[in-house]
Every structure is written in structure tokens, then in C-alpha cells.
């Protein structure tokens, strides 16, 4: 045969295609006004620059909307989904190819490309579709997991795509058999319905159920068109517009900042307190439960849901929109189920209701209860597993931020914590240590005396006025002597960064803390800095150039594993134990620095690190991020014993950190652990002071 006059009779058997296009035009004016809905809905939010640097956010779209790599790291569910969306867009081209043959004339379909693409490619695909709806279908009502969603919407959608894949078979595969269509064979699965049609049905049948499955499937295609818009399905378009819009910035320069002069409330407590990057973000959940699976909070059996968060209020979203839509009074109640009112799970959701929607969605919406906004630790944890880049913990801060500066509503550790903060320049109330204790023994300039100094070593609160900390400031400081660093502190001069005040919601005081902090250290200078606290690497490099300080930011794993690169610390030893490495929130999974402590750590174990099952990007919180570390957990519900029962399944003598908060909660995490093991917790820098003890046995560091 010559493949060249390979071609098939478009809509063979059927006539009056007019109907088909008369049907199109309610289609897609139900389609289109579900649509217009949500843009209207996101319109009413505060505006937001989302639309900058073009070129990466295509890149983001090619890697996360088209590619799927955050899908994709949940193997199974990255298949699945990846069969049914390429599956959908290979179908989408092929209709596409047979509208242009049959309205505008052209001559696509013949030949090769008939065969290898509209027949061959296009057959596998689909089946691959229906593959895919099989595999979603097995988890969600086999193995159940808990994260999911579960609703009668999701079971409608699954059929609704298996159907419409079916009856493309069944129409396919009867026209091949009745026409004996020579190029059948390229179709292998509408060929193999031929193959059985032939010895079941008459051509006549055939004809008939040709022609009615074919209209029916042209009735269940546009009636899914028109339904997908008022579904999670609209997530097919969210999602990639989510994506282009994601905020470019590292994790931890997410947090919004506020104009107080311009600003009259401050927080959020209503939907329209957030900006429209927020409400696309309540449209664009695909009910993944991803983010709610790698809280920490949640895991240790608390409250805090960031799933849940997000869908009910997007359902409050929904409903105040109908408020709008059809004119019914701000104080009528509004039913309404919430996002997890079909999961097994859900806490008497079924019996809430909406009151006033259009204010106070702390006390309306029961995920962003007090309770729970509390409980975050700003870990974004969330955000990283999220595959459609949702923020949820910058909305959790924002609504802390309602409950601190409107309400002064927030648990009486962190008002401890703030009152210091506000007094004393640091959070910890109860300390008589002063910010120059660390320094005894040890030849230390300040800042103000020492003009010619390369760095500032910004200290931190928890570096200077913890005990345990102050050993780890020891070792650093050593460290940068003996590399001939040329180094100053802040001394007394020295007030928190403000982080604290901030992830707790205390925006006011960061920003007064943040204008103290940069004034000071642009009048005496500074233009390198380094530190041994994540919070205020973040803080420096993503938070305080709004205020006027630029300044070159290093971690001291970054600074010290540089120095050695540079042959200046020449590290001969190291202990001979088995080490892993937890990576604080703030130096990797915010800011993305994981090699350079990974680098020390191998230095002083002498190769012997074992990595946690959960690291780098995946990390799981010490639970002391976002003012938590001043407040008393439940015992049975403690993050940092989480992740102390994981560093302790490695095996490891040490657990290696790089952060005091992490310092403070994985010691206290690890004794409660590890039962008659001898488990110990030590700093990057001291590790690497004990394997540089030979070269400076005349200044030794304390004993670890």
C-alpha cells in the first residue's frame, strides 16, 4: 500500500453537523462564564506585581505546569497524573487537526503523519488516559491515603474522563470494522474493538452504534467543558497561571511587607485583605494534600491543616461571591461544607456556616482558628511540596499579624517574648546573660574599635545569651582567628534581627528593629556579615535591603567551608564517628544553601555522614521557626522529638546542626529520645574547631 494516500472519511456516518457547533455555543458560554466567575473573584484582591521577569516564568511553567517535577516526586501519583495530562494534550491536538481537515480545507491528515500521529500516536495515548484514570482510581479508593480529599466531584471526574476515552474506542474501532478500513492496524486499540465487533455485530449494528455512541460522546465532551470551570478540573488553567505567577523571590523573602503609613488595618482578617495572587491561589488547589503531609505541626497530631486552610477558604471565597451575585444581606447565613467536608476526617465541618463573609475569616473559617495559626512554624515545608507554588504560611503570618497588632490576641509565652523583644533588644526574658559573656578569654574587637575589620560577625541573640550557643560562637570565632580573618562584632550595639517578631506576626517592631539594626551598621560601614543563625542570614539577605541594608550575607557553614576551600583552616583531624546533618529550615529549604554544612561535616566526620531520610529540600522542621521555640508544646505532640526519633534511626553519634533554634530544640528532642545511647549535638563550627585543635592547642576551645 502507499502509506502516502493514508487518510480516513471525516465524521463517516454522520450527518448534520451543524447540531454539533449549534451545541458548541452553550458550551462555551456556560465554560466562559465559569471562568469569568474566578477572574472576577481574584479581581477583588489587592494588587499584587506578579508579571515581572517573563522569561523565568515560562521557564517555571515548562518545568512545573508541562514537565511536572514537583508532581512527579510522588512516583505514583507523578505517573498517573503525567498519563492522564499528556494523554489529554496529545487528544487535544489530534481534535484539533480533524476540525482544521474538515472546516478550513487543509490536508493534514494524510499519509505518514496520519499514521504514525493521528492513528498510532493518538490511540496509545488515549489508552495511556484511561491507564491513568485506572492507577488515580486504585489509590483513592484502595489505598485511601489520608491527605486526599475525598468527594462524590472527584468520583464524577475520574468516570467522566474514562467514559469519554471509551466511547472514543467504541466509535473508532466500530468504523474500522465496518469500513474495513484498510489503515486500520495503525490503530491497535480501536482495532482490537474491530476485531471483536466483527464476530458480535452486524455492519448494520455497527452503523447504528456507531452513530449513537458518537453522539452521546459529543454530549458527555461538551458537557464536561462546560462543568470543568465549576469543578477542581478548573485547576487545568489555575494551575499553569499559578505557576507563571509564583513569587521569584527565595521562600524566605515571601512575607509581605506593610506600609504603615498608608495602611489602616493591619493583617488579614477578610478576603479582601489579601491580594489577588492570594484568591488565584485558593482556586488553583488541586486538593493534593501534599503541604498538609509534610507539616511538621500536623504530623505530631496538631491542629494546623495548611490544606485545609486553603480549600475552606476558597469555599468562603465561593460563597461570598454567590452573596454578591444574587444580592442576599452581609448577616444572612450562608451553608456552607468547607474543603474537607467529604473527608473521613473532618471535624463536624458539615454543620458550619458562614456568617458575615465578608469579614472576620479567623473566627468564620475553622482551619484559621487561633489554635491553629499558632501552631505554624514557618517552616515552608508547605510551599516547597506544593505543585502549584500555593503560599500558604505567608497568609498564616498574615492572619497572625491581625491577631497581634488588632487584637493582641496570641499566646502569653510569645507576648513574653515580644515585651523583651520591645525592652531589652532580644527575646529571651529570662536571661542575665549580657551579648559580650561569650567573648571572656578570647581576643575580640567590636565593630566601633576596629576599623580596619573584613567582617562582621553577627552573633544573634540566641548565639550570644544561650549557653549552649555561646560555645558554638566560641568556635566560630576561633575559626576566623586562626584563618587570619580580619573580623569585628556588633557588642552591645547588637539588637535581634527581628525575626521572631516578625514570624510571630509583630510587624511593627521587626520593622523598628530592622531601621535600628541597618542605621547602626551602615554608620559604621558594614559590608560583609556573617552568622551562625539562619533566621538572621534570612533576614539580612532577603528582608533588610528594603530597608537600605545591602550587604554581603554569609552563613558561617558557607564562610568556613570558603576558608577552607581557600587553604587558609587546613582541618587535620576529625571524629571518628558516625554524623548526619539536620538542615535548618532557614539555610536550606529558604534560602537553598545545603552543601556548604554538608561540606564541614564531611571534613570532620572524615566521610562517615549518614544523611536522614528526610534532608535538604525535604528537611523536616526542629519546630522551633516562627516564635514556637517560646512556647510549650504538648508532650505527646512535640515536633522536635519528631525529628529526633529520625536523626536516632540513622544511627549517627552526632547530629549536626547549623542554627542555636535548632541547637536548643534538637538537644532537648534527642535526650528525650534517645534512651541509653550516647547522642550528641554539636555545631558545624564545632566540628570543625575539633578538627582544627591541632593547630590551635594553644587557644583551645571549652569542652563540647
Given amino acids: 500500500m502507499n502509506t502516502a494516500e493514508a487518510t480516513r472519511q471525516i465524521y463517516w456516518n454522520i450527518s448534520h453537523i451543524w447540531v454539533m457547533y449549534l451545541l458548541l455555543l452553550p458550551t462555551a458560554a456556560v465554560a466562559g ?31 512545573h505546569a508541562l514537565a511536572q517535577r514537583r508532581t512527579a516526586r510522588d512516583r505514583y501519583a507523578g505517573l498517573f497524573h503525567r498519563l492522564i495530562t499528556y494523554g489529554f494534550i496529545i487528544l487535544t491536538i489530534a481534535t484539533t487537526v480533524v476540525a482544521l481537515d474538515a472546516d478550513f480545507g487543509t490536508t493534514i491528515m494524510r499519509g505518514r503523519f496520519y499514521l504514525y500521529f493521528q492513528s498510532f500516536v493518538v490511540d496509545l495515548f488515549g489508552a495511556l488516559v484511561m491507564v491513568g484514570i485506572g492507577m488515580a482510581a486504585a489509590r483513592r479508593y484502595l489505598k485511601r491515603p489520608k491527605k486526599l480529599v475525598y468527594t462524590n466531584e472527584g468520583t464524577l471526574i475520574l468516570a467522566a474522563i474514562f467514559l469519554m476515552c471509551l466511547q472514543g474506542f467504541l466509535i473508532e474501532g466500530w468504523r474500522i470494522a465496518a469500513t474495513n478500513d484498510p489503515w486500520g492496524a495503525w490503530s491497535p486499540f480501536g482495532n482490537l474493538i474491530a476485531r471483536a465487533s466483527r464476530s458480535l455485530m452486524s455492519v448494520k449494528a455497527m452503523q447504528w452504534a456507531h452513530w449513537g455512541t458518537w453522539w452521546f460522546h459529543l454530549g458527555v465532551s461538551f458537557g464536561f467543558i462546560a462543568w470543568l470551570p465549576y469543578t477542581k478540573m478548573m485547576h487545568v ?18 512575607l509581605k511587607h506593610i506600609d504603615f503609613e498608608k495602611t489602616e488595618s493591619f493583617g488579614v482578617n477578610s478576603l479582601r485583605g489579601f491580594t489577588w495572587k492570594d484568591l488565584l491561589d485558593l482556586d488553583a488547589c488541586t486538593e493534593c494534600g501534599r503541604c498538609t503531609a509534610v507539616c511538621p505541626a500536623n504530623t505530631v497530631g496538631k491542629e494546623l491543616s495548611p490544606r485545609d486552610i486553603i480549600l475552606q477558604l476558597r469555599d468562603l471565597m465561593h460563597a461570598e461571591f454567590r452573596i454578591s451575585d444574587f444580592g442576599f444581606r452581609n448577616d444572612e447565613l450562608v451553608p456552607n461544607k468547607f474543603g474537607n467536608d467529604a473527608n473521613e476526617s473532618s471535624n463536624d465541618s458539615e454543620q458550619s456556616a458562614i456568617r458575615n463573609p465578608k469579614s472576620e475569616i479567623i473566627a468564620a473559617v475553622p482551619a484559621t482558628s487561633p489554635v491553629s495559626l499558632w501552631q505554624c ?31 493582641a490576641d496570641f499566646p502569653d509565652s510569645m507576648q513574653e517574648a515580644i515585651m523583651s523583644l520591645e525592652r531589652r533588644g532580644h527575646p529571651f526574658s529570662g536571661t542575665q546573660a549580657t551579648r559580650l559573656d561569650w567573648t571572656e578569654g578570647l581576643n575580640v574587637k567590636q565593630v566601633s574599635e576596629a576599623k580596619d575589620a ?10 550570644a545569651l544561650i549557653e549552649r550557643n555561646q560555645r558554638v560562637t566560641r568556635a566560630t570565632a ?22 521572631p517578631a516578625r514570624r510571630i506576626g509583630n510587624e511593627f517592631l521587626f520593622e523598628k528593629l530592622a531601621k535600628e539594626n541597618v542605621e547602626n551598621l551602615n554608620r559604621h560601614n558594614v559590608k560583609k556579615v556573617v552568622t551562625a543563625c539562619p533566621h538572621c542570614f534570612n533576614t539580612f539577605k532577603n528582608e533588610y535591603p528594603q530597608y537600605g541594608g545591602m550587604f554581603e550575607v554569609f552563613h558561617h557553614s558557607e564562610y568556613l567551608a570558603k576558608l577552607v576551600d581557600e587553604g587558609k583552616l587546613k582541618p587535620l583531624a576529625g571524629l571518628d564517628k558516625k554524623i548526619t546533618f539536620h538542615d535548618p529550615c532557614y539555610l536550606g529549604r529558604q534560602n537553598g544553601v545545603y552543601d556548604a554544612p554538608r561540606q564541614l561535616v564531611q571534613i570532620s566526620a572524615r566521610e562517615n555522614m549518614v544523611e536522614m531520610e528526610r534532608s535538604r529540600a525535604k528537611s523536616f522542621c526542629c519546630g522551633g521557626g516562627g516564635g514556637m521555640s517560646f512556647v510549650e508544646e504538648p508532650p505527646d505532640k512535640r515536633v522536635n522529638q519528631e525529628r529526633a526519633r529520625e536523626a536516632i534511626e540513622t544511627g549517627a553519634d552526632v547530629v549536626a546542626v547549623g542554627c542555636p533554634f535548632c541547637m536548643t530544640m534538637m538537644e532537648d528532642g534527642i535526650n528525650a529520645r534517645k534512651g541509653e545511647r550516647d547522642v550528641r549535638v554539636m555545631d558545624v563550627s564545632e566540628l570543625l574547631w575539633e578538627a582544627s585543635k591541632p593547630r590551635a592547642a594553644e587557644n583551645p576551645a571549652p569542652a563540647i
Fill in 33 to 63: 462564564y465559569g471562568i469569568y466567575r474566578h477572574f472576577s473573584r481574584w479581581r477583588r484582591g489587592l494588587p499584587a506585581a506578579r508579571f515581572d521577569r517573563p522569561v523565568e516564568r515560562v521557564q517555571l511553567v515548562a518545568r
Fill in 454 to 463: 573584613e567582617v562582621l560577625l553577627w552573633v544573634g541573640c540566641g548565639g
Fill in 237 to 254: 488553567i489555575t494551575a499553569p497561571l499559578n505557576i507563571y505567577t509564583a513569587n521569584l523571590v527565595p521562600l524566605g523573602a515571601t
Fill in 478 to 499: 576561633q575559626l576566623l582567628e586562626q584563618a587570619g580573618v580580619k573580623f569585628a562584632i556588633m557588642g552591645r550595639e547588637e539588637k535581634c534581627s527581628g525575626d
Fill in 377 to 407: 512554624t514557618t517552616c515552608a515545608a508547605c510551599m516547597e511540596a506544593c505543585p502549584v507554588f500555593i503560599e500558604q504560611m505567608p497568609k498564616i503570618v498574615d492572619m497572625r499579624r491581625y491577631l497581634v497588632m488588632e487584637e
